[in-house]
């Protein structure tokens, strides 16, 4: 496979001891590889970056540790916002000082989906045999710390359809666009995705702001959408499919549950300003009325603050016993960050709607103890979740990201939509949905006829990952 090779080199006076030392001290002053934040230097541990995009804009990124010498030499599987190798090298120089060698690798797939992304280049090249199947989410922005490991379920999806003959005997090609988190690149990126000629359906990862921009573009060109994460109830039509989690769904039965186990009554209501966190604290209210407690406050904010002062004062401010934290992404683990480090999490327990697996490995001591209720977390103790993460593992190594719910629920969507175009004798939108009636997938979720779900698993933020705590059933059964 053809690759990009980027290379650059300097000479430093610093011994390579001491330059090996200070990688993922988190201290921007060391540039975006060495001032990169890391706990360990141990393979397979996270590591956050700030990437420069010219001389005044900056993204933030992620990279996994795939092996290390000390003193010598980092190897990095880099994440997000795209995909590819970074290594290091550390070479003493006789007179003293260290000669630093870094070499940044992206395959030629990547490459053509960033220039994609960035408007440079056409886009995907789909073969007339292949069944081209879109993939929209974040890879970037605030939500972008889901945004590989849903790449690679989706990629796991259709490796396995592909090594089962395929939809109607020919191979399904993964197109994958990345949204940005911003319902303006997501319009920009389904604009490209509708475009790729035969697109027989988009799977949809992302915010229901961009659903809300990207929804009407895939009825006005007839492809259908199926749109996984947890989201708020939307317009209907049969070309938009849904599979997530509904917000009642998750705390009907979680946040009286966390009532019990503390013994209080007053919740304060936070998230994102946009339309999901806004249904979610409704659900939360009508949920909060009916066991007779309290809603003491609400406050949300936009996508991508920086600064949770004032909602963390408010909260402290008004004695809450709870919060539901209707955050998304990197903007989630700022806020649980800042809140755990007010002293608040001692005295109030927080549900998270969109708190799992991926989440909580951002979030290490921060986190613990927040509850929520998804369809799946790692810990789903099934003989289906065993073999399904055996194959994960097998296929993108012990260092990949961890499956978050997000990206399991990919994976179901890409396997239900194969069945049920073969259920349904084609890959056209007719044979889909005619489909869809009869045609399911036994995956590591419960999911009945058409994915819908069937019951929810109740987690709570560990040390080492999320516990499943019970097993709840849904509040409502529809797509």
Not at 156 to 170: F, P, S, Y
Not at 390 to 398: A, M, P, S
Request: proline share 6%; hydrophobic share 40%; aromatic share 6%.
């Amino acid at each position: 496979m053809a690759e990009l090779v980027l290379s650059s080199e300097a000479r430093l006076e610093a011994c390579p001891s001491e330059l090996f030392a200070l990688f993922g001290s988190g201290d921007p002053s060391l540039g975006w590889l060495f001032g990169s934040e890391a706990e360990t230097l141990r393979p397979g541990t996270l590591v956050r970056l700030t990437l420069p995009f010219g001389d005044l804009t900056q993204a933030p990124g992620t990279a996994r540790i795939q092996r290390c010498k000390p003193g010598r030499r980092i190897d990095l599987v880099h994440e997000s916002p795209w995909a590819g190798r970074v290594v290091c090298h550390l070479d003493p120089l006789s007179g003293g000082g260290t000669r630093l060698r870094i070499r940044v690798t992206i395959d030629d797939r990547e490459f053509l989906r960033l220039g994609a992304d960035f408007g440079l280049l056409a886009g995907a090249d789909v073969d007339a045999w292949e069944v081209p199947l879109g993939l929209l989410t974040s890879l970037s922005g605030s939500a972008g710390i889901l945004g590989r490991s849903t790449v690679n379920c989706a990629q796991l999806a259709t490796d396995e359809i592909n090594a089962d003959g395929g939809v109607m005997g020919r191979d399904v090609r993964l197109v994958v666009a990345d949204d940005a988190t911003d319902p303006g690149v997501g319009a920009l990126a389904m604009r490209r995705l509708c475009r790729v000629s035969d697109m027989a359906a988009v799977i949809g990862m992302h915010s229901s702001a961009t659903y809300a921009a990207t929804s009407p573009m895939a009825i006005a060109n007839g492809i259908p959408y199926l749109y996984t994460p947890t989201s708020e109830a939307a317009a209907t039509h049969p070309l938009l499919i849904h599979f997530g989690e509904r917000p009642l769904d998750q705390l009907h039965r979680a946040l009286p549950l966390m009532a019990k186990a503390t013994g209080g009554t007053r919740w304060f209501l936070t998230g994102n300003d946009y339309s999901w966190p806004r249904a979610i604290g409704a659900a939360a209210r009508e949920v909060i009325d009916g066991m007779s407690g309290t809603v003491t406050g609400e406050g949300y904010v936009p996508l991508g603050t920086q600064d949770f002062a004032p909602v963390i004062s408010a909260i402290h401010e008004c004695g809450t016993d709870h919060v539901v934290s209707s955050f998304v992404g990197q903007d989630h683990v700022r806020f649980e960050c800042e809140f755990s480090a007010a002293g608040l999490r001692g005295t109030t327990r927080t549900f998270a709607p969109l708190m799992d697996d991926a989440v909580v490995e951002h979030l290490g001591p921060s986190g613990v103890g927040i509850w929520n209720a998804l369809g799946y977390f790692v810990a789903m103790d099934t003989a289906e979740n065993h073999e399904f993460l055996r194959r994960y593992e097998d296929r993108f190594g012990q260092c990949a990201p961890p499956v978050s719910a997000a990206a399991e629920g990919v994976y179901e969507a890409i396997h239900t939509w194969a069945s049920a175009c073969r259920s349904g004798g084609g890959t056209e939108p007719s044979a889909l949905l005619g489909g869809l009636r009869t045609a399911g997938f036994r995956g590591p979720r419960r999911c009945g006829r058409g994915g819908s779900l069937e019951s929810l698993l109740l987690g709570e933020a560990t040390p080492s990952g999320v516990k499943v705590l019970d097993e709840l059933p849904v509040a409502t059964h529809s797509l």
